[in-house]
């Protein structure tokens, strides 16, 4: 499995950017799929996941209301779109792959769960 993501960039407080992933290599709708991202000197956190069918999401508290993760299976590709942006969210962004057709519930959260990763892609947002 390879993920390619894009779509970074900077973008002034309040602004918006969406990020792509691109997978490829296996059957796309078998795997769940998910956001992380890791900020200057902090640990990698996760962001957002959604399920192999899109059909349940789950966000971290500090994005939820403000990003969202669709996915389109027919263009193998995961999205985030990202609101309201604030300088804490500032990080470069990792998009990965999950092999579970589990529904996306807070366990989407660890890193383990996921076997693949792409390169990342980095965001940051002035104040």
């Known amino acids: 499995v390879q993920l390619q993501a894009s779509g970074g960039g900077l973008v002034q407080a309040g602004g918006s950017l969406r990020l792509s992933c691109a997978f490829s290599?296996?059957?796309?709708?078998?795997?769940?799929l998910g956001w992380f991202r890791q900020a200057p000197g902090k640990e990698r956190e996760f962001v957002a996941a959604i399920s192999w069918n899109g059909g349940t999401t789950y966000y971290a508290d500090s994005v939820k209301g403000r990003f969202t993760i669709p996915r389109d299976n027919a263009k193998n590709t995961v999205y985030l779109e990202m609101n309201s942006l604030k300088p804490e969210d500032t990080a470069v962004y990792y998009c990965?792959?999950?092999?579970?057709?589990?529904?996306?519930?807070?366990?989407?959260?660890?890193?383990?769960?996921?076997?693949?990763w792409g390169q990342g892609t980095l965001v940051t947002v002035s104040s």
């Open positions: 990965a792959a999950a092999p579970t057709t589990d529904q996306a519930t807070r366990s989407f959260r660890k890193a383990f769960l996921y076997d693949y």
């Open positions: 290599g296996r059957t796309f709708s078998r795997y769940a």
